[in-house]
């Protein structure tokens, strides 16, 4: 009888610490939103800079998402930003070069993100390399495939009426004009209220969360793990592809050698929001509290004039304090 008791309590812990994570995560974000706005009270603080700050956060954001769920396995994929640019590549070969219908175009180069997931998710579990050399050898390949299609050349949409609108556009804006916000952040807001329901009330969020906890109990117990592991990459694969279908038409246009370095702030808005790097906790708010800590930050230091290499650092320490402070939290756990 004493072993569910146990089992509830660590549960409720558990969920008290994820809320707390939360929590504190949002507090520094409105923090950090009252310091920018004491110091540049007339350039933070406008409706453009707010909108700014929302259309930076719909790439990163979905790239966080997506990592959320490769994280709470206690994985890694080095290769979200290159798979956002691969997906947006493949958009530009589907929809410009071969002239399909832009919904069918969609739907490929998000086939293509879902396969590169797979095929991640297949070295890893088949050839048993570890996520974070299988990752970083997705990541070379794809970008070289990136540079080889295009030739190193951009592939521009001017040709495919509507594209520039899936991120530019604003279906609020045409209701009331007032309030022009891009329909790149209704399709943040929407992806992360689909995964957040996928990952807390279906199957592939149960073994998600059961994969990071325990994968060895949850293999003994019969599941095949590296199914799940697989689907779950894809699906991570998946979600790449979106944000790579936003940053191709807030551009207009697929820049092949665009990428390398989206990884990094993906898994800083991860880390940020309470998703532990050795895996079973995680939530989609905690991340996505993340991401816009990370666009208000950048935001914020731009606005304030500080160089680009400083923003690097201060975004270099920021991962190191949030893994330091998971750390603590679990080995006070």
Known sequence: MTQPTSSSSWLARLSGDQAKQKLLA????????????????????TQDNIIGILQSTTVIGVLAIASTFIIITSGIDLSVGVL?????????????????PMPLGIVCALAMGALSGCLSGLAIT??????????????????????IITQTRPIYFSDVAGF?????????????????????????????????????????????????????????SGVNVNRWKIIIYAFSGGICGIAG????????????????????????????????????VGTILGTL?????????????????????????????????????????RNKK
């Open 26 to 45: 949002f507090a520094s974000l409105i923090a950090l939103i009252a310091v920018f706005t004491v110091l540049k009270p007339d350039a933070f603080m």
């Open 84 to 100: 956002m640019t691969f997906c947006a590549v493949m958009a530009g070969v589907f929809m410009v070069n071969l002239g399909l």
């Open 126 to 147: 088949k050839l048993r390399v570890p996520p974070f050399i299988a990752t970083l050898g997705m990541m070379m390949m794809l970008k070289g495939s990136s540079l």
């Open 164 to 220: 520039d609108q899936i991120a530019l556009g604003s279906l609020i804006g045409d209701l009331i004009p007032s309030l022009p916000i891009p329909n790149g952040v209704l399709i943040l807001f929407l992806v992360a209220v689909v995964c957040a329901v996928i990952l807390n009330k279906t199957a592939l969020g149960r073994y998600t969360f059961a994969l990071g906890s325990n994968e060895e109990a949850v293999r003994l």
């Open 245 to 280: 279908l936003l940053i191709a038409s807030r551009l207009n246009s697929a820049q092949p050698a665009l990428g390398q370095g989206y990884e990094l702030d993906a898994i800083a808005a991860v880390v940020i929001g309470g998703t532990s790097l050795s895996g079973g």
């Open 289 to 329: 509290i993340g991401a816009f800590i990370m666009s208000v930050l950048i935001n914020g230091l731009r606005i304030m004039s500080v160089a680009q290499e400083w923003q690097m650092v201060l975004t270099g320490l920021i991962i190191i304090l949030a893994v330091y402070t998971d750390n603590l939290r």
